[in-house]
């Protein structure tokens, strides 16, 4: 009899929704799976905002731990919680196929106020780059730190005097708690690989890799790719508003990336359009030509004021 799979997988409900995802997947194609849950650091404190954190990899260093210690096999990670380097030892074993890109917005009473630009309203969230995105459009709005899980953030923001919080609208769809009361916030570009799922394994681990082939969408795995390539060419992690979106249509990969200031006032945006098959290095050279025109600047400013 073949031994299960391990998967492990973060203790949240939609982390647990993913791993199942991937279990089913593996199911279907005859390999047994079993999910190991891990606490991860981002789920224990859920006080300190994520921009004052170190948090390169803090939703992901407990896997990695466990995938080392060969505790687990695969992990399975919100790919947009990833760092953009991985850790020594662990590669990319496959990327699901995308779901829903977008944040949306759930407000509480009604969302009267985002038909002025001047009203003032509190909104919650702790996505420096949400947060730099909706200053730059309303810019008399009061941001508030919202930290935890789906659930946890659901909670909070109905036992709160605030008007409405952001969220990624996968997360809420993925588990059936996208509230009545949400609006899909279609202007604001996503953070690089949102929506998306990604598995790990060992590098030495040919087998579990293997495992994992069936579970790779190559459109979604090349369009990830390039919006890591964007933020990595610009430094960027979970403190920096580094935005970026790469969609494939007829052929042609539609790329669309952004670096703001963390308080909204100075941005700079780029949008390519190329033909996929030489489209690999547009997440490169679209950060380089951000850079140059005036990225640079707003870049030297987020590292001069980052601790």
């Known amino acids: 009899m073949q031994t299960p799979i391990r998967i492990g997988t973060r203790e949240s409900q939609l982390a647990v929704w993913q791993a199942t995802q991937v279990q089913q997947i593996l ?48 992990a399975v990670h919100s790919m947009k919680d990833v760092p953009t380097r991985l850790a020594d030892g662990i590669c990319q074993a496959a990327v699901l196929k995308r779901g829903p ?33 909706w200053l730059h459009r309303y810019p008399a709005h009061q941001i508030h730190n919202l930290r935890g899980n789906i659930n946890t953030r659901l909670r909070k923001l109905a036992g709160e005097p605030w008007d409405g919080a952001i969220f990624a609208q996968a997360g809420l769809e993925r588990i059936g708690l996208r509230p009545e009361k949400s609006i899909v916030l279609d202007w604001m570009l996503p953070a690089p690989a949102q929506g998306a799922i990604l598995v790990a394994c060992r590098e ?20 990830t790719r390039i919006e890591r390539d964007f933020l990595r060419r610009l430094l960027g992690g979970c403190s920096t508003p580094i935005s970026a979106l790469a969609e494939i249509e007829d052929g042609d990969v539609y790329f669309s990336g952004q670096l703001m200031s963390p308080d909204g006032r100075k941005h700079v945006t780029i949008e390519k359009i190329l033909p996929a098959g030489i489209a690999a290095d547009v997440g490169e050279t679209a950060a380089d030509e951000l850079l140059e025109r005036a990225g640079q600047e707003i870049a030297d400013g987020i590292r001069a004021n980052t601790p």
Request: hydrophobic share 40%; charged share 30%; with cysteine.
């Open 101 to 133: 890109v977008h944040d949306l917005l759930v407000f509480k009473s009604n969302a009267d106020f985002l038909r002025n630009r001047d009203s003032v309203a509190h909104i919650a969230t702790s996505s420096i780059r949400r947060k730099a995105q």
């Open 204 to 223: 030495d681990d040919e087998q579990s890799f293997s495992l994992c082939q069936p579970l790779d969408d190559p459109d979604t795995a090349m369009c």
């Open 27 to 74: 199911e279907k194609e005859g390999i047994p799976a079993v999910l190991v849950p891990i606490k991860s650091e981002g789920d224990i404190d859920l006080k300190t905002p994520l921009y004052a954190m170190d948090v390169q990899g803090i939703f992901t260093r407990s896997l990695d731990i466990a995938l080392l210690n060969r505790t687990i096999d695969i």
